[in-house]
């Protein structure tokens, strides 16, 4: 016998919607695409195809461990949150709240606990040492549209569907699926793009599977977006085609002032520095201009670089100029069917790290100086750390030396459901239920979909015998993190979290339970508990809720619940102004921070015409660190590094499952056949590649699909560690490419990771 359940694919941005079908054992035995889904209609990707494989998993952790005569030996749960809470509250009486990090891995905003019950958490342990994966990925765009917008999560995504023109710089969407973009199917709607006869651009140094398929790539040298963009600027004003639209006129300040700011970029003064003719540059903003409806979008490439916020900000003063923000085709903002809390304008930097005071950006520090803060003695010295779904041994940067760093700690905690080469030096690990276990609803990406849609999937499976859910372990942590001790009352600590949510539903004019009484909203989410009640709760605030009963065909849990593939809300809507938080209630084009660092960027220019160094907040002093051992600090000769995104992987989370690589070698540096003939280098052979941090040794696989002087590693591969508990991952080989990312390099004003445009020497092993 087996029986059908129909979910939400929870393993990366696109939110397909799957038919699952699982014995009478509750193990899966298909997975397919679901068609009747309102937004993917039957898309699936071979991660989604091998979901069963990866909940079969025999290292996926069934109990919890703990650290008994230095291994991880089987607990109990009790016997763990014990443990946890003995170690826990000594740390916090000798040492203080800061003495206790917390790191969030990406799967965080794929769960539905992750995004209700971290906050919660977070806050319990009173901390300023929050990190999380956000400053090695797509932290800059926060960041620029907090100033621009006056939200740090108000971010506009191309209006994929009904675009003419779209522009893709540092983005590979027909491999990735789409990242702060989320649309299923990203291969099938560009397909549909250029049959409808619009265009593609890609700007990338590599010709990866989107720009393959592109009518243009233009195939920039790294990190130089923000002048490729500046100059896209400096041609609208000096050819006089920038207007923002009459939709946009009474709502933008600053527009003189970024003309301005262009005026030193003219496209001849740039192109080397990018590696594209000026002419070429001129066109793009021509077409830009004249496309009845175009979109520039940037993604990881243009972040994880030392102007990442810089050129995040610049993508959508593009956007602006042309007259593509906020309306049909062009790039809008989504209107997701939760209620989210009215947003204060946005502030920044408002505190700076303990060693090397790099700023605060949306409640956290960058994980670049995660180290320091563990290594470096002083009041507010990091000595425990919790991870949440989190490997930044393999995420972030100088990933040698913070493994030896984190293996130092008095206490680390993990939740996770194996041991990574993070969770190995857990001294407790606390595994959450498998994927079908739970309940799921994407509170953030459908606040980046490209139609406005609300799709929820309950527990397909029942809990094991035990196992407490993702909520209630988050829920139990943050308990004792305030200083209680197991067993803890989980349902009433979640009464606590539901009054503060409610508390703040009622306090919001635009909600459409502003003013309601609390106690009688409570009696009606009565029957429901955790994420599922407040879920409720949020749905029926939002924009498209039931209100209780004051919109009588609104949104409410039940009615999703009734509708098991999704509810279409409808094509993005243009929202400015409503959407608009900024002290002036206008878009602000040119707000002074990153108006101040554009003289970095004219220097940067001005100084390495034709290269790509980064800048550094400090020269880095450490001795490399090695996973093959060398004493000598890097030459580099002469090539630059970027990371490559692969369809059967996603960051270090899936490369247990031998379905996904099928045997393949993914992890390879590529390199152009010409950098690899004068090297010495043959496809297949093993390279070492050296930056000032560190190196590692991979295999060589040439192709022209990379410029010259570029070579690209993919990330999240070297699980082959001591205590790693991943059969397949560990026999899968590859190597920790964030060996090579040095700490020092970021992004100034947001503190972003610099990954990619690193400088690194390429020779045979
Ligand atoms: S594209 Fe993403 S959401 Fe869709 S099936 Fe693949 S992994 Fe799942």
């Known amino acids: 016998m087996t029986r059908t359940v129909i979910r939400t694919c929870p393993l990366c941005e696109a939110t397909c919607g799957l038919r699952i079908e699982l014995d009478d054992t509750d193990q899966v035995v298909a997975v397919r695409g679901d068609t009747d889904d309102v937004f993917s209609a039957g898309y699936l990707c071979p991660k989604g195809a091998t979901l069963g494989e990866l909940e079969a998993d025999p290292d996926r952790l069934a109990t919890p461990r703990v650290r008994r005569d230095g291994q991880l030996v089987e607990a109990g749960w009790e016997e763990a949150f014990e443990e946890v809470a003995t170690r826990l509250h000594a740390i916090q009486a000798e040492h203080g709240p800061d003495a206790v990090a917390i790191y969030l891995g990406n799967p965080n905003v794929h769960t539905l606990a992750g995004q209700l019950y971290i906050r919660p958490l977070a806050k319990a342990l009173r901390t300023t040492n929050i990190y999380s994966a956000s400053s090695v990925d797509q932290l800059p765009k926060h960041v620029s549209c907090g100033y621009l917008f006056g939200d740090p999560l108000a971010i506009p995504v191309p209006d994929l569907d009904r675009t003419d023109l779209l522009v893709v710089l540092g983005g590979n969407p027909r491999v990735s699926n789409g990242s702060l973009m989320t649309a299923p199917d990203l291969p099938g709607r560009l397909t549909a793009l250029r049959r409808r006869g619009g265009r593609l651009v890609v700007v990338d140094p590599a010709r990866t599977r989107t720009a393959e398929r592109a009518d243009v790539h233009l195939a920039v040298r790294p990190g130089t977006d923000a002048l490729l963009l500046f100059a896209v600027v400096h041609t609208l004003a000096e050819e006089g085609l920038a207007d923002v639209g009459d939709h946009l006129r009474d709502h933008v300040r600053g527009v003189d002032e970024v003309v301005a700011l262009a005026a030193p970029f003219a496209p001849e003064r740039v192109a080397a520095a990018c590696g594209i003719d000026a002419a070429a540059i001129r066109a793009l903003a021509r077409e830009l201009a004249e496309a009845e409806r175009a979109v520039v979008y940037g993604r990881l490439g243009t972040s994880t670089v030392a102007f990442g916020t810089t050129t995040s900000w610049l993508v959508d003063v593009v956007n602006v100029l042309t007259g593509n923000l906020d309306r049909p085709g062009g790039a809008m903002f989504p209107l997701p069917a939760h209620h989210r809390a009215p947003r204060r304008p946005f502030r920044h930097a408002r505190r700076h790290s303990r060693v090397r005071g790099l700023p605060e950006a949306i409640g956290e520090f960058p994980v670049a100086t995660l180290y320091d803060e563990i290594v470096t003695p002083g009041e507010g010295q990091v000595r425990a750390l919790i991870t949440v779904a989190g490997n930044p041994v393999l995420s972030t940067p100088d990933g040698a030396r913070l493994d030896a760093a984190i293996a130092g700690l008095d206490l680390v905690v993990a939740v996770d459901p194996y041991v990574t080469a993070t969770s190995r030096h857990a001294d407790v690990v606390l595994p959450p239920p498998r994927i079908l276990q739970?309940?799921?609803?994407?509170?953030?990406?459908?606040?980046?979909?490209?139609?406005?849609?609300?799709?929820?999937?309950?527990?397909?499976?029942?809990?094991?015998?035990?196992?407490?859910?993702?909520?209630?372990?988050?829920?139990?942590?943050?308990?004792?993190?305030?200083?209680?001790?197991?067993?803890?009352?989980?349902?009433?600590?979640?009464?606590?979290?539901?009054?503060?949510?409610?508390?703040?539903?009622?306090?919001?004019?635009?909600?459409?339970?502003?003013?309601?009484?609390?106690?009688?909203?409570?009696?009606?989410?009565?029957?429901?508990?955790?994420?599922?009640?407040?879920?409720?709760?949020?749905?029926?605030?939002?924009?498209?809720?039931?209100?209780?009963?004051?919109?009588?065909?609104?949104?409410?849990?039940?009615?999703?619940?009734?509708?098991?593939?999704?509810?279409?809300?409808?094509?993005?809507?243009?929202?400015?102004?409503?959407?608009?938080?900024?002290?002036?209630?206008?878009?602000?084009?040119?707000?002074?921070?990153?108006?101040?660092?554009?003289?970095?960027?004219?220097?940067?220019?001005?100084?390495?015409?034709?290269?790509?160094?980064?800048?550094?907040?400090?020269?880095?002093?450490?001795?490399?660190?090695?996973?093959?051992?060398?004493?000598?600090?890097?030459?580099?000769?002469?090539?630059?590094?970027?990371?490559?995104?692969?369809?059967?992987?996603?960051?270090?989370?899936?490369?247990?499952?031998?379905?996904?690589?099928?045997?393949?070698?993914?992890?390879?540096?590529?390199?152009?056949?010409?950098?690899?003939?004068?090297?010495?280098?043959?496809?297949?052979?093993?390279?070492?590649v050296r930056s000032a941090a560190g190196e590692i040794t991979v295999p060589v696989e040439v192709t022209d699909a990379l410029r010259r002087g570029v070579v690209s590693l993919p990330h999240g591969f070297g699980h082959d560690l001591d205590g790693v508990e991943l059969t397949v991952a560990r026999s899968a080989g590859g190597a920790n490419s964030n060996v090579l990312a040095d700490r020092h390099l970021v992004d100034p004003i947001s503190g972003n990771a610099v990954l990619n445009g690193l400088d690194v020497e390429v020779v045979p092993a």
């Open 438 to 688: 739970r309940s799921h609803y994407d509170l953030a990406f459908s606040a980046l979909a490209i139609r406005n849609v609300a799709n929820h999937s309950p527990a397909a499976v029942a809990l094991d015998d035990q196992q407490p859910d993702e909520w209630e372990i988050l829920l139990t942590l943050a308990a004792i993190a305030l200083g209680q001790s197991p067993p803890i009352e989980v349902d009433a600590a979640d009464a606590f979290v539901l009054h503060q949510a409610l508390e703040a539903v009622v306090a919001d004019p635009s909600a459409r339970l502003a003013t309601r009484d609390v106690d009688e909203l409570r009696a009606h989410l009565d029957g429901r508990r955790g994420p599922e009640r407040l879920l409720d709760l949020l749905l029926r605030a939002g924009p498209y809720g039931d209100g209780f009963g004051s919109h009588e065909d609104g949104l409410s849990l039940a009615r999703l619940e009734a509708h098991p593939h999704g509810i279409d809300l409808g094509p993005l809507q243009p929202r400015v102004p409503q959407l608009l938080t900024t002290a002036s209630g206008s878009i602000e084009l040119a707000p002074e921070p990153l108006v101040s660092d554009v003289a970095r960027l004219e220097r940067h220019l001005d100084d390495r015409v034709g290269t790509d160094a980064p800048s550094t907040d400090a020269p880095s002093t450490d001795p490399p660190s090695t996973d093959a051992p060398s004493t000598d600090r890097p030459n580099t000769n002469g090539l630059v590094l970027i990371g490559r995104r692969h369809l059967r992987t996603n960051n270090s989370w899936s490369h247990n499952v031998a379905g996904l690589a099928k045997g393949q070698q993914l992890c390879t540096l590529r390199i152009h056949p010409d950098d690899a003939a004068e090297r010495g280098l043959a496809d297949g052979t093993a390279a070492v």
